[in-house]
């Protein structure tokens, strides 16, 4: 029989080995990496304390899920009250803290438009969704996580399908064209070059900001005219300030960080369709770019 510090360190090992694809489940439910982390937290607490069980990764995952349910109701009405437009948190993925992102509907279910797209669902619809899209779960093993019959987990499937169908644009899996894309924005939206921007941006692109209560578009911009001005505005006050930019993978895409100094001023997501941009997300609420600062300085939270 293992001594207990023995014990201790193998489930200590066990966990860590689940906890990018706990971290990833909870981001995506949540559309929070600090409420996500927390979660995975009392996941440990209840996973130290528990029984051993035969399958530790099916069970996490129930933990998981259910722990993220119980904040989702709380959590759409804190989002109903939000000043300005509420964006996910956006979370660097380079170093595999969301789990594998190898597949197109991996790199999906993590993207900005997706998770914005996953707010309109009922907190239960939007667990279904999620364990089915993103970590291929079965209906029976679905069932079992969420405590229902195989038959009402395809329901509720189809039903979340239904009411994203008419949102959910193709996604663009071309990442070099996306990056691409994203390096000549930057280009364009810091020289003011507006014809360059203009054959960017769709006709019917939007522009959100999501600036936690702070100085920002506080509705969404719609249409090229009106964004092109903002953007051509907002790359004006750049020049004039010390603010720089860069590029890196953002929620399994290319993205823009802008920085003041040292610290992280602004991330910037892009949506493309059929090499334009249709949406363009900015987070520059501070409290939201805390998770993705820690990370760019090696210390995210309980890694």
Known sequence: MDSPETADARRASIFEEHRPRLFGLAYRLLGSAADADDVVQSAYLSWHGADWVETPGAWLSKVVTNLCLNQLTSARARRDSYPGPWLPEPVLTDSGVLGPLETVEQRESVSMAFLVLLERLTPTERA??????????????????????????????????????????????????????????????????????????????????????????????????????????????????????????????????????????????????????????????????AFAAAALDGAVPNS
Do not use: C
Request: avoid cysteine; glycine fraction near 8%; hydrophobic fraction near 50%.
């Open 128 to 289: 279904v969704f999620v364990l089915r899209e993103a970590f291929g779960h079965s209906h029976a093993e679905i069932a079992d996580i969420l405590d229902i019959d195989a038959a009402h987990s395809r329901q509720l499937y189809h039903r979340a399908g239904a009411h994203l169908a008419g949102e959910r644009k193709r996604f663009d899996a071309d990442e070099s064209r996306h990056r691409r894309m994203v390096t000549e924005f930057l280009a364009a939206a810091t020289t003011g070059n507006a014809a360059r921007l203009h054959r960017l941006l769709a006709e019917d692109v939007v522009a959100w900001t999501d600036g936690g209560g702070a100085t920002a578009a506080r509705r969404p911009i719609l249409g090229r005219e009106r964004v092109l001005r903002y953007l051509i505005g907002a790359g004006r006050r750049l020049e004039a300030s010390r603010i720089t930019v860069d590029t890196a993978m953002i929620n399994g895409e290319p993205a823009a960080l802008a920085f003041d100094g040292d610290r992280l001023a602004a991330v910037l997501t892009f949506e493309l369709v059929d090499s334009r941009i249709v949406a363009v997300r900015m987070i520059v609420a501070e409290a939201k770019l």
